[in-house]
């Protein structure tokens, strides 16, 4: 089976056992400690996947589904001690956590990605030689950066009357919702480039180099995220979680489609910079149309039908969730971790180290 078809198929299976998980739990307790706790596999996960080459010292000689079932552990154990500590520094040790530290645990995720792809690594790989020691020092950056982020820009006194208001919560610059959809969108942005490879910094090899290129990309990322929130919040007057749930994360899911499970093989003949208008309209498309069946299948799952829009925003957290806190690392789950097994065939040790 090759790409794009097994791509598609890897991606229906995870998407399925995604939509069997989240069906596991009512609404209270998904948008809680399930979500709470998913949030903190990501950042881990992408030190696995990039820092780690999904390689570790425990899955050494391991054949799938082993391997992916040791970096799964691996995973499993990291992500509960960060999880206690953002529960018991951010949220107080209130359970279940509510939206600001639930909040913090999403910001998190960007500022991995930008550590991790954005700046490659830098300066953690180039300054520590052992990866498993440089990956731990760049996840433990990755949750004080953003602490630092969180306390400077989020404010959420909109919050102070109602009982999830804290009284540590940040006082910083900007409406928390509306930093923390730019800030994704800020992700988003990043991705964006990622369908152009690059281009256009690419043209210049003085911007391919670290420090350089990471402060370049996140500026590109930024003006991105500016000209969204811009647009839609500014000119349309679109409501924060509207942006968030129907544009950057369904960007943001179809592009792990796009990029990850059919590994760029839509369009891998076609150059820049068509090619990233190409992937960018096809990532746009499948996520649009997979948040949509999402949204069609909510009730059946939760069982009762999800009031949309202020206060609650209950069906725009279910879907955000089910999207980004679930989907979206058990679709990583299935193509790094255990290499789309059983669907393609086991990669071999050998096979693993070249790819790493």
Known sequence: MTQPFLGAVASAIAILVS???VGLFDFPTFVGWVSFYMLAVVPIQIVVVVIWSANLPLAAGFKQPAKGLALLLVTAVVAAVMTTLAWQFVGEGVSPPGPIPSQY???VVPTTFFLAIAFGGWPFTAVVRNRIA?????LAAAYLITYALFRGFFNYEFLKD?????QSAPHGTFNGVAALVFY???LAGMFLLLHFD???LTTSPALMKQPVLGVAWTLVAAAVGAVVMWVTLGRLALDPMYVLTRITAPFIFGTIVVLNMLQNSLFARAQQPLKGVANTIAAAVIGAGLAQLYGRVDRLLVGMELPSGAPGYEYELWLVNALLSVTFPFLIFYAAYFGFWPVAAAAS???DRQRG
Not at 162 to 166: H, K, T
């Open 184 to 186: 994704v969108t800020m």
């Open 134 to 138: 440089a990956g731990l020092l760049l």
């Open 19 to 21: 939509l069997g998980f």
């Open 162 to 166: 109602a009982p999830v208001y804290l």
């Open 198 to 200: 690059l281009w256009p």
């Open 349 to 351: 040790p050998e096979r």
């Open 105 to 107: 645990a999403v910001v």
